[in-house]
């Protein structure tokens, strides 16, 4: 798939909205994450954890999915809080466009099952005509600015660990990026993501959270992704296996 960054998708973006960062596979970004002002019953993120919002969501969901393990059911709402997060900011990222994704900043709005359905930005960001960067960078941000925040709630409130939340995290982070990979990197590896998983570190010197959550493995005849801790969805009733990703070798084939 290829993220279009020239002048026109520039200048459409200019005179339109936030919706022309987002292209092909990927324009469905453009109804998950928006401006704050286009969402309807929208509340800042920080109200949302801080006033029994969260709590509250978990109970929705697991009400809804006969769901009775607290930790699944926090597990799985990261899930989707994370794909709504991080899918369209590595996407406008590669489209040369960084996405404001401070979580004091932003607002969330939620499905009628406790879900996340959109996230709200307060402004539309800038345009960089700047040459890519590596993933690494790319993710200093979210993980500074947003992931390292909710991951604590996560914890605080919904009783998952850290190590779990990350994980769930990297699994869009990786799509996203490979996703829009346009060119093959110099050494030939397919896994165009593959240093966010390997590098022990991030670009400010912190460690770096994502380090291990993925590994490529050789499963028969096929490389497979696989985390390296499960989500829990197999204790939520009907929510099927994420197959071979899975870190659990019993469920992979539920």
Partial sequence: MTVNANHDAKTAFGASSLKAVFAG???????KMMLSSDIEGAVPISDFFGSGGFSAALDTYAASRGGTDRRAVASMWSLYYFSLLTIPYIVARRAHHA??????????????????????????GDWSDSEEGDLLS????????????????LKTQGGIAPKLAWNNAAVYIDYAFNATERKRPADGDAWASRSLFSAPHLPDG?????????????????????????????????????????????????
């Fill in 138 to 153: 790319f993710v200093m941000p979210l993980v500074s600015q947003n992931l390292a925040e909710i991951v604590a709630h």
């Fill in 206 to 254: 912190s460690a770096n959270p994502f380090l291990g959550c993925l590994r490529h493995e050789i499963d028969g005849e096929e490389t497979v992704c696989r985390r390296k801790i499960c989500c829990l969805r197999y204790l939520l009733p009907g929510i099927p296996s994420c197959g071979n990703l899975c870190a659990l070798p019993a469920q992979r084939k539920q």
């Fill in 99 to 124: 996405l404001p994704v401070a979580a004091r900043s932003m607002t969330i709005a939620l499905a009628e099952d406790g879900l996340p359905r959109a996230l709200g930005l307060a402004d539309e």
């Fill in 25 to 31: 596979e990927h324009a469905w970004c453009g109804e």
